[in-house]
């Protein structure tokens, strides 16, 4: 469908199913999706020096060797990208993972993000999570920044092996506890062998879970992490 005519009937659909900006609530314009221009101008971006050595890949000193690692918004309380997050992961609009993981992907292409990395991996859900959910929202994330890279998604190399309790009132070292051994490898896994690997989350905040990840995708020989979010917890 041509653009013009795409247009033309997002315009007539809007007359009778307005859509609204996620964060404000007021109608978007025609070439507006999930968030109108205002909010999306308001979120607070990161602006890492390097993103070899920031306080993202901080975490990780000692542990495992991060080639790259970034965020896209701080996550502030009451800020406006915590409603985005709510209603990505809460109110069955995945949509707005895929629409933000475009505009991480067009953000980060132009400063060179996503030279030589090989592979998206978005963290797993567990089978009742994604049940209850219906979806994985950092999936989304993934097909969004994909569309943009042009880099694949590989979504069955890794699994969840159990679905552990949510992280949002614990402390770092309970985060830590909490997502141990979570993760488990498929048979599929053998095809990243020598890959490097970007692995995409919705919130960064003590990195237990990209930890947990990493120690589970060392097993395969040879692969390199990198780390992608849509919002980071820290100071």
Known sequence: MSSPLRRYFRACADVFFPRLCV????????????LCIS????????RFASFSENPMTDRFVGLFPIIKAA??????????VNQILFDLKY??????????????????????????VDVIIPVPL??????????NQSEWL????????GIPVCRNAVKRVRNNPSQT??????????????????RRSSALSGKHLLLIDDVFTTGATMLSLCDTLKAVP??????????WAGG
Not at 39 to 46: D, F, T
């Open 169 to 186: 009132r614990l402390d770092r070292w309970a985060r830590m506890e909490n997502v141990d051994s979570i993760f488990g490898l498929t």
């Open 126 to 135: 567990s089978r009742l999570r994604r049940w209850q959910r219906g979806y």
């Open 142 to 149: 993934a097909r969004g920044v994909a569309a943009i890279s």
């Open 39 to 46: 909010c999306l101008h308001q979120l607070p971006l990161i």
């Open 222 to 231: 040879g692969v390199r992490f990198s780390i992608l979010t849509l919002a």
């Open 91 to 116: 109110r069955d609009n995945p949509q707005v993972g895929y629409v933000l993981g475009r505009f991480m992907g067009r953000m980060l292409k132009a400063k060179g993000f996503f030279d030589e």
């Open 23 to 34: 964060v404000c609530g007021t109608r978007l314009a025609l070439d507006e999706e999930q």
């Open 71 to 80: 965020s896209c918004f701080h996550y502030q309380k009451g800020a406006a």
